[in-house]
């Protein structure tokens, strides 16, 4: 089953709305504004992703919210970027280049990983959310789900092997080859 949102707190909502209406090209369809059950007041955003799927954002007002607080998910519970993450759904080869171009063009610096299964860009959001967009390249089997079913009790498998390839690039590269 999809889900039909995510929602993540924002203390700057400009931009938010710059990377993902402006730089990702996702549709804000709407806004809720209301009181929050603790006190205090919020608007809700929602970016629609496809068809009836969004990320949503929550602009928080008042008390208790008018102390600093963390939006990055995982620098909020003291974990390193990579580990709570965002990944969106990349199709192709050729549309995972498109959307790592689209963050190059609009000022992000992007890191790809080829994992062996799976190909992923990823950049940073402007709430310090790690953001990704993946394409399976391979075929899962029978052995990958027993190693995965073993995985759940077992400490003492192998390591999985090691990424393909990993290339970081960057914006400013990026722009000034497209001059």
């Known amino acids: 089953m999809a889900y039909h949102h995510l929602a993540f707190a924002t203390r700057?909502?400009?931009?938010?709305?710059?990377?993902?209406?402006?730089?990702?090209?996702?549709?804000?369809?709407?806004?809720?504004?209301?009181?929050?059950?603790?006190?205090g007041w919020a608007k809700h955003f929602f970016y629609e992703i496809e068809p009836d799927r969004f990320i949503a954002f929550?602009?928080?007002?008042?008390?208790?919210?008018?102390?600093?607080?963390?939006?990055?998910m995982s620098r909020a519970v003291g974990l390193p970027d990579w580990v709570n993450h965002v990944s969106f759904y990349s199709p192709t080869e050729e549309h995972l280049v498109e959307k790592r171009n689209m963050w190059l063009a609009g000022g992000y610096d992007v890191f790809e990983v080829d994992h062996n299964w799976c190909r992923s860009i990823?950049?940073?959001?402007?709430?310090?959310?790690?953001?990704?967009?993946?394409?399976?390249?391979?075929?899962?089997?029978?052995?990958?789900?027993?190693?995965a079913i073993a995985?759940?009790?077992?400490d003492t498998l192998p390591h999985s092997a090691p990424p393909k390839?990993?290339?970081h690039f960057k914006a400013a590269d990026y722009r000034r080859a497209a001059e």
């Not at 008042?62 to 600093?68: S, V």
Request: include cysteine; hydrophobic fraction near 35%.
């Open 122 to 147: 990823y950049t940073m959001d402007p709430n310090g959310t790690m953001v990704e967009y993946c394409v399976t390249t391979g075929v899962f089997t029978a052995e990958d789900k027993e190693r």
């Open 12 to 39: 700057d909502i400009k931009a938010i709305d710059h990377f993902y209406r402006e730089v990702m090209g996702f549709d804000l369809k709407k806004v809720e504004i209301g009181p929050t059950p603790v006190g």
């Open 165 to 167: 390839s990993m290339q």
């Open 58 to 72: 929550w602009e928080l007002h008042g008390e208790p919210y008018a102390r600093e607080f963390e939006t990055g």
């Open 151 to 154: 995985a759940l009790t077992s």
